[in-house]
């Protein structure tokens, strides 16, 4: 029953945030991805039932599980706690995935973002462990484990009141390891130190560390002018022991070139390149930062249809660079087009009870209408 690192694909195709035209996804975009990734060897992809509004796994049909041979690639979904108000919403929700991804079996599948409260407590309410159990034992799931964004000891918890877990998917890059609410590296100690496999989110946190201030860019230039810097972040990750796979939401073409370069003939980070890591790590962390990795969970529930990510994207850019202009406009082109405005937030807190991060967002766009939504004076 257990996985096998050795035949795990080093870089996983995260399908959350996938190329988009005309607000849908481009089903035509992705296969050209798809075919990509499967070329150079690699079969690992990861949706989930939230994902794309619930159209990812419908994308995962259309470009990859009716395109390929169902033995040539891995699949793994999630099971949304939030979705869930009574026990059959369980099985329900199963088979609906089954059928958006047009598969018979996920050969990977976890609970969703376990964390302290309601998430865990739905999930040990409806007998969501053994549900599980009881699939893999059909067949229907290959591998049972679960995406974690709680404390260290929580984790310690579910590991020692669920042993037939066999994997856990956790936020981790060279950014998180000291911060105080994701305490990615004492998760990581806590797994590593079990043999439990985990696969990695967010490793260049939802695209942080792969555009950065042009000062700390350079210090990665230096060193290896001609790889990127989110290889930097990717190679960080991907030269830990017990990694299973590492997850890039890739949403072009462009990011999908420069990961399979990276896991090309992959190239673990030297002790001269750590301590560079460990140097732009510093100068990172002094400029405060907002840290929302657009995983999106917030927007889909927003009553006032804020984009929140966008909103604090917004806002970090004039944090490091209170001048610039493009990071306003940018902002005044989405409300005009899709969002609602920072200051229409209405503190109805749904943006925070499903936050991985735990960010106080209301506050946030509080600050963020004050910057951003102030009138000018006639």
Not at 26 to 53: C, P, S
Not at 97 to 118: K, N, P, T
Request: glycine share 6%; hydrophobic share 35%.
């Amino acid at each position: 029953m257990g996985i096998d690192l050795s035949k795990m694909s080093k870089l996983g195709f995260g399908l959350m945030r996938l190329p988009e035209k005309d607000g849908e996804i481009d089903i035509e975009r992705v296969k050209t991805m798809v075919d990509k990734y499967m070329k150079a060897g690699l079969n690992y992809f990861d949706t989930a039932y939230v994902y794309h509004g619930g159209k990812s796994e419908v994308a995962a049909r259309e470009a990859l599980v009716k395109r390929y041979p169902r033995d040539s690639f891995m699949i793994a979904t999630k099971l949304p706690a939030w979705e869930i108000k009574k026990e059959s919403d369980v099985e329900r929700i199963f088979k609906e995935q089954c059928e958006r991804a047009g598969v018979d079996y996920f050969d990977f599948y976890l609970l969703h973002s376990i964390e302290d409260g309601s998430n865990y407590d739905t999930y040990e309410k409806y007998d969501c462990f053994n549900w599980g159990i009881k699939k893999r034992e059909a067949g229907l799931i290959k591998h049972l484990g679960f995406s974690y964004h709680g404390s260290p000891e929580l984790l310690v918890q579910v590991l020692d009141k669920h042993p037939e877990i066999e994997f856990v998917q956790i936020q981790l890059n060279y950014l998180d390891r000291t911060n105080p609410v994701v305490r990615s590296q004492k998760l990581y100690d806590i797994l590593h130190e079990r043999n439990i496999p985990m696969i990695i989110m967010e490793p260049v946190r939802g695209g942080m560390l792969a555009n950065m201030a042009p000062e700390i860019e350079a210090k990665f230039k230096s060193v290896r002018p001609e790889k990127s810097v989110a290889s930097w972040a990717l190679r960080y990750v991907g030269s830990l022991d017990g990694i299973m796979t590492i997850l890039s939401g890739m949403s072009s073409e462009e990011q999908m070139d420069d990961n399979l370069s990276t896991f090309t003939n992959f190239e673990p980070l030297s002790a001269g390149e750590m301590k560079v890591i460990d140097e732009v790590t510093e100068e990172i962390l002094r400029i405060p930062q907002i840290g929302c990795t657009a995983c999106k969970y917030c927007t889909d529930g927003c009553p006032m249809k804020i984009s929140i990510p966008d909103v604090f994207r917004t806002i970090n850019t004039l944090r490091r660079y209170p001048d610039d202009w493009r990071a306003k406009n940018f902002y005044s082109g989405l409300v005009s087009s899709r969002s609602g405005k920072a200051s229409d937030c209405i503190a109805c807190g749904q943006c925070e009870g499903v936050c991985p991060q735990h960010l106080p967002i209301i506050e946030l766009l509080k600050e963020a209408a004050g910057i951003l939504d102030v009138k000018k004076e006639a």
